[in-house]
């Protein structure tokens, strides 16, 4: 089984996913115990302090996917904020909780829909609020 990769995550977010998980009902949200587990092994800093390179809330990410090389890019949203545009991906989502924190550079497993995993890269943030100066989005 492969270890996790380190993550960093801004102080910011944490306490704003902490207040989003303490708000939902127990049995609302299958994946609460992964999302809580990737906030307790956390690095946590300041939003200046976080890496540009880093996936924070919000933030625009440009993956590949290794097998093929198709690129693709999402947004790591809050729920209210996921749309029909299909560049969205929420962060109660299995993926989106395990996309924050990571870096450019790492890579995850990523459910087919139909069953398999495709294993993708984050190539590049695209935009990262924390980098454009924005800690309130």
């Excluded at 809580?36 to 440009?62: G, K, Q």
């Excluded at 924190?101 to 139909?114: N, V």
């Amino acid at each position: 089984m492969q270890s996790k990769p380190k993550i960093i995550m801004s102080s910011l977010d944490v306490d704003r996913l902490e207040r989003l998980i303490e708000s939902l009902p127990g049995n609302a949200f299958p994946g609460k115990a992964a999302l809580e587990d990737e906030l307790s092994r956390a690095e946590v800093m300041d939003p200046e302090d976080v890496p540009s390179t880093v996936v924070t809330m919000n933030s625009r990410v440009r993956f590949q996917v290794a097998s093929t090389k198709e690129e693709f890019a999402l947004t790591l949203v809050y729920p209210k904020d996921v749309d029909a545009t299909g560049e969205t991906i929420s962060i109660l989502a299995p993926v989106g909780s395990a996309l924050l924190g990571l870096a450019q550079g790492d890579e995850i497993e990523w459910p087919k829909p139909g069953g398999g995993v495709l294993r993708v890269c984050i190539k590049e943030i695209i935009y990262q609020p924390e980098r454009a100066g924005e800690f309130h989005r």
